[in-house]
Nanobody
Framework: QVQLVESGGGLVQAGGSLRLSCSAS????????MAWFRQAPGKDRELITS????????YYTDSVKGRFTISRDNAKNTGYLQMNSLKPEDTAIYYC??????????????????WGQGTQVTVSS
């Protein structure tokens, strides 16, 4: 099992940057794909980016492509989301997630079953 804790959220002006961190406990973090989701008020939780367990394959949804970068440091049991050129529409609660199964499609949102508590990101215009 994996326990996840996000940090790094906050209030930022449009055009600014934030870096989110996801600290994982447990010995199997490095064996599981990892992802970042977000949920804006009144909207469904959406998968915005994911990374395979080795850290060499990534996926981005179109709305964040070119602005956000996902990465992970398996030695530190930590994942990251670097967010640049932030827009007001990026305002949401951001969640990191870990895949339940070791062998899975890292781009499939349904593979993720371990969740952090979420961190609020607010982008002002």
């Amino acid at each position: 099992q994996v326990q996840l804790v996000e940090s790094g959220g906050g209030l930022v002006q449009a055009g600014g940057s934030l870096r989110l961190s996801c600290s994982a406990s447990g010995r199997t973090f490095s064996q599981r794909h990892m992802a970042w989701f977000r949920q804006a008020p009144g909207k469904d939780r959406e998968l915005i980016t994911s990374i395979n367990r080795g850290g060499y394959l990534t996926y981005y949804t179109d709305s964040v492509k070119g602005r956000f970068t996902i990465s992970r440091d398996n030695a530190k049991n930590t994942g990251y989301l670097q967010m640049n050129s932030l827009k007001p529409e990026d305002t949401a609660i951001y969640y990191c997630a870990s895949a339940v199964n070791f062998y899975s499609d890292f781009r499939n949102r349904n593979e993720y079953g371990y969740w952090g508590q979420g961190t609020q990101v607010t982008v002002s215009s």
